[in-house]
């Protein structure tokens, strides 16, 4: 049985240090034992509460209370690349979640997944076509890091980059994300740089204004997919609730508290969001805060439950070439890339499908 937390076991990766120097303590385990301990679990990628019995009387006792989840790996999947690798785990309730190891030259990327489904309903987006199960544990984020660096750990190479952009909305589980951060963030630890952290959200506009206040570690993707009301409402269901005005000032505000770039992420839809007009509607949005602003473009990646289809080659370059005439720098993401995560979803519907 793979290890999780229970009534009376406490996971540990679900804790901060700062969280777990107060659990700690009670079992006589001070600053210095617990920066040890701490090591163990996040350098050498170790799991101290299931292997062997240390000899360390305390450090074995903690067995009791403690325990490092750990989920169990149901499928595997390699890009054609062989640079992309999707995992699909198997929570301790039966709940399946995906993350994606990008490697490139000294840059690898872990996409994490922050819900079981998600509950935002975007119309071409495979977890928002499955409904929301439930907000995953800090811990149950961290293990997805924990396995994603052993897999790199064993070929000598280390994770440099997370980006929250597989299953599930962030900013709707925005407590756990946060710890999940401060876990993975931690230099004594795997230690990823705030810098090299981005959380893609599909705009919910009051945890965009808490990560402005509060100097959240990350950078901000926002999924945007269309620049007038209308449009956006048909593709994401959380437009209805936050106007475009409302969510372009809670980005304004989140710029002039932070001075740092916004990612706007446009998933290119054939006929819905590609055409000359939708082009010139973006850059009119994004001029007054160019230089704050960079755009990736994402061809559609088919799902069963949306009949849409990707934005052919030539149609992606016009729509980008006008962004660039009008000063808004944006980006193609290869196919190889992150529009492999951006698929997520897709991997745990094959998955079902086989266990029925
Ligand atoms: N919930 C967050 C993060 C996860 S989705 C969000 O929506 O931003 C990560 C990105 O993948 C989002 O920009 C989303 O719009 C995009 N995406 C989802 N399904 C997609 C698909 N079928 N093809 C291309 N991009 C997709
Ligand atoms: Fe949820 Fe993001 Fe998918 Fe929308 S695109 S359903 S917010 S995971």
Redesign the pocket.
Known sequence: MPAHASDTLTDFAGLTREQAALRLRPHGFGEGKLRDLWKRVYRDLADPFSDAPSGDRKLDALREHFTLCAPEVAAQTHGGDGLTRKFLFRLHDGQTIETVLMRQAGRHTACVSTQAG?A?G?V???TGQGGFRRHLTTGEMVAQIRHVARTLAADGERLRNIV???M???LHNYDAVRDFLAVVQDDLGIGIAPAHTTL???GLVPGILRMARENFPAHL?L?L?AANDADRQALLPPARRWPLAELMAACDEYTAARREKIFY?W?LVGGKNDSDTQARELAALLAPRAGFAHVNL?P??L?DGYAGTPTPPDRVQRFQALLKEAGIPATVRSRRGL?VA??CGQLAKVAARHAR
């Open positions: 998600c935002q975007c071409f987006c495979a929250l952009m597989g599930g909305e962030p893609s959200t599909v993707a999924s997919h992420e998933t994402i559609l990646n799902t529009d951006a698929g």
